[in-house]
């Protein structure tokens, strides 16, 4: 029987580079096919995390699931902050491209 080699967070496995924490959990929920697991994911990460507590990583994917599952995360407590969310990081990119000295990135 073939002996099963365990995956390690070092490089140059390729554990080391996959998601740790809930970031795995809000990667599922923005990309997965399957709208019911995804909206799960987004769910459970909602149910388990602060939204104020955690960084401009996690602020872009919940901007995008915000905008991939819309009226159907307002049963959740956290729906008003999220929209929210997702209108300053709208207006902040679009302040960006304004600005006379920067170039936009379309």
């Known amino acids: 029987m073939a002996r099963i080699r365990r995956i390690s967070r070092r490089f140059p496995d390729y554990g080391w580079s996959w998601p740790t ?3 795995d959990q ?3 929920a923005a990309l997965l096919a399957d709208e019911d697991a995804a909206a799960g994911c987004a769910m459970q990460w909602l149910s388990a995390n602060d ?3 955690v960084s401009f990583r996690e602020h872009r ?3 995008a699931i915000c905008d991939r599952f ?3 995360l307002a049963g959740h407590s956290a729906y008003p902050r999220l929209v929210g969310l997702q209108k300053i990081l709208w207006t902040k990119s ?3 491209c304004a600005r006379p000295n920067r170039r936009c990135r379309r």
């Open 21 to 23: 924490g809930g970031l």
């Open 26 to 28: 809000l990667l599922k």
């Open 61 to 63: 994917l919940l901007a």
């Open 70 to 72: 819309g009226r159907k």
């Open 51 to 53: 939204i104020d507590l």
């Open 94 to 96: 679009r302040w960006r």
